[in-house]
């Protein structure tokens, strides 16, 4: 054996068996039915708007049309209340639940780019340095995480010795924002590309500060609408949803 030649070049192999290697090697080229994130859960809200979209653990659900209808309101008031722009980064705290999945899908149809963190596990220092690294203005959190976001607040502005003008905003399962009739439920149909950041996931930071990696929609719709990662997932199945928010694979 030439030791010369890497074990996993195709290099070693005969013409014939290239050819066959290339030929029953890789499957046909598929592209995904959408290229954008929120784009692709739009078109099944629309299909199937009565089917349950997120259930919870304590038996809360939400049908894929209300949760649109909630995502659309929370997106315009971003846009309008709280001026994001597309592009703009969201800090979302949180945990697994029904306002997880709104909020997500706020950012996006509002054309921004989310970064996710486990309310019950990140540090107030933590926190406060993601908010920093990632330059985001807006916090989005559960209730039960907001005195902690506003202490991660304090600390970075304490760093800063300036008032950093993060506003935060609390999504409660039972707000007025979802039953008042005066709030804008229309879709935000923000002009959002392939390449454009869908979220930024940080790195467990072990050799040294944590890094943001960002996400393009196109790396999402790639991954999860194509096979194998589709897994085969159709109207009436059931997901279990176990992993930490902050958790690419979540």
């Known amino acids: 054996m030439d030791l010369s030649t890497s074990f996993y070049s195709l290099d070693s192999l005969s ?31 629309s299909a199937h708007p009565n089917a349950v979209a997120v259930r919870q653990h304590d038996g809360a659900e939400i049908t894929y049309g209300e949760l649109d209808r909630r995502a659309n309101i929370l997106a315009n008031l971003l846009r309008t209340s709280q001026g994001l722009s597309k592009g703009d980064r969201v800090i979302l705290v949180t945990s697994r639940s029904i306002e997880m999945v709104v909020s997500i899908f706020a950012v996006l149809k509002a054309g921004g780019q989310y970064v996710p963190i486990d309310g019950g596990v990140a540090p107030v220092e933590t926190l406060a340095y993601q908010i920093s690294d990632s330059g985001a203005s807006i916090v989005l959190c559960l209730p039960k995480h907001q005195a902690k976001v506003q202490q991660s607040v304090q600390v970075l502005s304490a760093q800063k010795a300036a008032d950093v003008g993060v506003a935060i905003v609390s999504v409660e399962r039972d707000s007025l924002l979802w039953t008042s009739g005066d709030q804008d439920d229309r879709n935000p149909n923000v002009d959002v590309h392939p390449q454009n950041g869908a979220y930024v996931i940080y790195t467990s930071g072990t050799t040294g500060k944590p890094k943001g990696v960002d996400v393009t929609h196109s790396n999402v719709t790639h991954t999860l609408l194509v096979e194998p990662a589709k897994l085969g997932i159709t109207v009436g199945k059931k997901v279990a949803q176990q992993l930490n928010i902050a958790f690419d694979m979540c």
């Open 15 to 45: 013409p014939s068996d290239r050819r066959l290697f290339n030929l029953f090697g890789r499957g046909k080229a598929a592209s995904p039915p959408h290229s954008i994130v929120h784009h692709a859960f739009e078109a099944i809200a």
